[in-house]
Antibody, heavy 115, light 110 residues
Framework: EMQLVESGGGLVQPGGSLRLSCATSGLKFSTCWMNWIRQAPGKGLEWVTNINYDGSQEYYVDSVKGRFTISRDNAESSFYLEMNNLRVEDTAVYYC????????WGQGTLVTVSS | QAVVTQEPSLTVSPGGTVTLTCGSSTGAVTSGHHPYWFQQKPGQAPKTLIYDTNNKHSWTPARFSGSLLGGKAALTLSGAQPEDEAEYYCLVSYSGVGVVFGGGTKLTVL
């Protein structure tokens, strides 16, 4: 059974930083593209970023380019989202999810950006 | 950035059939866009129903199927159940650019 567990969310002031982690099990992690997806309160899903199998390719939604960085550790079957210069509009539940046959989701972690 | 469009809401009768669609502002959705379909119930994380146009996971009920229809990705529910009432999102991948979600379709089983 594929499992993904996010951690690292919390309350942060505008301009602050957070690092989200996603620990996975039950999937062939090193063969999967992995994603971070967010959902603002009462809104739809927004894809944030993804990373390919070995970390050599990364893509970002325009609104986070230059502020967020995705990375992965295949030895640990985990991947990460470094978020800097956070804005109020980044407030959302952040989900980690795989692609293709790895497309299971975590339960999400809440990031609140507020002064 | 591309815009992905879905019907805002649809209603289906119990036991009935309904098709949800997913279009792209850039033109026809093809298998090269690797469309996905997700189900989200209130207070829960989304769940992937369909990936890469028409592939199901082990947890995907057989009554759900994915296809391409008239230049759009499509999710067909045949034999709707009360538990299928949910928000459904599609996703389209744009090579070398990234991924875009549709705005979601609220499906009512009534």
């Amino acid at each position: 059974e594929m499992q993904l567990v996010e951690s690292g969310g919390g309350l942060v002031q505008p301009g602050g930083s957070l690092r989200l982690s996603c620990a996975t099990s039950g999937l062939k992690f090193s063969t999967c593209w992995m994603n971070w997806i967010r959902q603002a309160p009462g809104k739809g899903l927004e894809w944030v970023t993804n990373i390919n199998y070995d970390g050599s390719q990364e893509y970002y939604v325009d609104s986070v380019k230059g502020r967020f960085t995705i990375s992965r550790d295949n030895a640990e079957s985990s991947f990460y989202l470094e978020m800097n210069n956070l804005r109020v509009e980044d407030t959302a539940v952040y989900y980690c999810a795989g692609s293709g046959y790895c497309s299971s989701w975590g339960q999400g972690t809440l990031v609140t950006v507020s002064s | 950035q591309a815009v992905v469009t879905q019907e805002p809401s649809l209603t289906v009768s119990p036991g009935g059939t309904v098709t949800l669609t997913c279009g792209s502002s850039t033109g026809a959705v093809t298998s090269g866009h690797h469309p996905y379909w997700f189900q989200q119930k209130p207070g829960q994380a989304p769940k992937t129903l369909i990936y890469d146009t028409n592939n199901k996971h082990s947890w995907t009920p057989a009554r759900f199927s994915g296809s391409l229809l008239g230049g759009k990705a499509a999710l067909t529910l045949s034999g709707a159940q009360p538990e299928d009432e949910a928000e459904y999102y599609c996703l389209v991948s744009y090579s070398g650019v990234g991924v875009v979600f549709g705005g979601g379709t609220k499906l009512t089983v009534l």
